[in-house]
Nanobody, 127 residues
Framework: QVQLVESGGGLVQAGASLRLACAASGRTGSSYAMGWFRQAPGKEREFVAAISWRGSSTMYADSVKGRFTISRDNAKNTVYLQMNSLKPEDTAVYYC????????????????????WGQGTQVTVSS
């Protein structure tokens, strides 16, 4: 079992930056690919970014490409999402997710591919 706890959300103005963190505990000695998703009010949860368990590969949704950066520090069992040039449409609850992965470079963008989820952190961007 892996437990995930997100932090770093908040209320910011458009154009500002935020850095989200996702701390993992439990069976963190195994190799886990990680992802960030978000869910805006009245909308489906959607993929934002993913990173392979070694951190060698990343993938982004088109809507955040060039503005968001996913990274990880395996020594700290933490994954980050650096969000720059935030827009009002980025307002959502952001969730991190994890899944066991044998392939060091594998990336996953579908909700159903992840086994473990955090409780979410709210990001609100005002115009």
């Amino acid at each position: 079992q892996v437990q995930l706890v997100e932090s770093g959300g908040g209320l910011v103005q458009a154009g500002a930056s935020l850095r989200l963190a996702c701390a993992a505990s439990g069976r963190t000695g195994s190799s886990y690919a990680m992802g960030w998703f978000r869910q805006a009010p009245g909308k489906e949860r959607e993929f934002v970014a993913a990173i392979s368990w070694r951190g060698s590969s990343t993938m982004y949704a088109d809507s955040v490409k060039g503005r968001f950066t996913i990274s990880r520090d395996n020594a700290k069992n933490t994954v980050y999402l650096q969000m720059n040039s935030l827009k009002p449409e980025d307002t959502a609850v952001y969730y991190c997710a994890a899944r066991f992965s044998l392939a060091s470079g594998a990336l996953y963008s579908a909700l159903a591919q992840y086994n473990y989820w955090g409780q979410g952190t709210q990001v609100t961007v005002s115009s």
